[in-house]
T-cell receptor, first 114, second 108 residues
Framework: ETGVTQSPTHLIKTRGQQVTLRCSSQ?????VSWYQQALGQGPQFIFQ???????GRGNFPPRFSGLQFPNYSSELNVNALELDDSALYLC?????????????FGQGTRLTVV | GQNIDQPTEMTATEGAIVQINCTYQ??????LFWYQQHAGEAPTFLSY????GLEEKGRFSSFLSRSKGYSYLLLKELQMKDSASYLC?????????FGKGTRLSVIA
């Protein structure tokens, strides 16, 4: 148990739709990072939030956006879903911003776009 | 930018020892994480090395050489449940970036 929870655990969406994924950080952690992991690949960094501000972004288009709330929970929003967006989406929370999202991952959300 | 290199796949026998190597290039290096990831599950934290040398934690040990940009994960007394992907992730001035990981298969 890492104390990081994600919802939902599984989701099926249709191409063109929008999706919101949620992450509840470990208590006291002020930094959250989101990753996309396709089958057989390592997690790819999407973006990071530190105290409600975006603190870094990977090579993902603007239709991937996020929010971090005052309680440090977070959302990942993806607009205009494409088939290639099908993946495991992971969030990780940390205390130390220099650790880039740190050591603690949620269980992930498996998104399938059909 | 960052560059991380690990072997793609490894196979080892139950009860044996296996060493998974990782070389990296990153800016502003702080330390290096190792994670274990079973198929379909989230990565779980194994170790975080900041200083040079070997750190032992039960059957798993992790080694770091900052000057060489090199780390390895050593797994002893392999068990079938150790079959998983192992991800190394250097931590620096940028958020944590992962390589593709090493898929370890433990066979009887």
């Amino acid at each position: 148990e890492t104390g990081v929870t994600q919802s939902p655990t599984h989701l099926i969406k249709t191409r063109g739709q929008q999706v919101t994924l949620r992450c509840s950080s470990q208590s006291g952690h002020n930094t959250v990072s989101w990753y996309q992991q396709a089958l057989g690949q390592g997690p790819q960094f999407i973006f990071q939030y530190y105290r409600e501000e975006e603190n870094g972004r990977g090579n993902f288009p603007p239709r991937f956006s996020g929010l971090q709330f005052p309680n440090y929970s977070s959302e990942l929003n993806v607009n205009a879903l494409e088939l290639d967006d099908s993946a495991l989406y992971l969030c990780a929370s940390s205390l130390a911003i220099s650790d880039g999202g740190g050591a603690f991952f949620g269980q992930g959300t498996r998104l399938t776009v059909v | 930018g960052q560059n991380i290199d690990q072997p793609t796949e490894m196979t080892a026998t139950e009860g044996a020892i296996v060493q998974i190597n990782c070389t990296y290039q990153t800016s502003g290096f702080n330390g290096l994480f190792w994670y274990q990831q079973h198929a379909g599950e989230a990565p779980t934290f194994l170790s975080y090395n900041v200083l040079d040398g070997l750190e032992e934690k039960g059957r798993f040990s992790s080694f770091l050489s900052r000057s060489k940009g090199y780390s390895y994960l050593l797994l002893k007394e392999l068990q079938m449940k150790d079959s998983a992907s192992y991800l190394c992730a250097p931590s620096g001035n940028t958020p944590l970036v992962f390589g593709k990981g090493t898929r370890l298969s433990v066979i009887a």
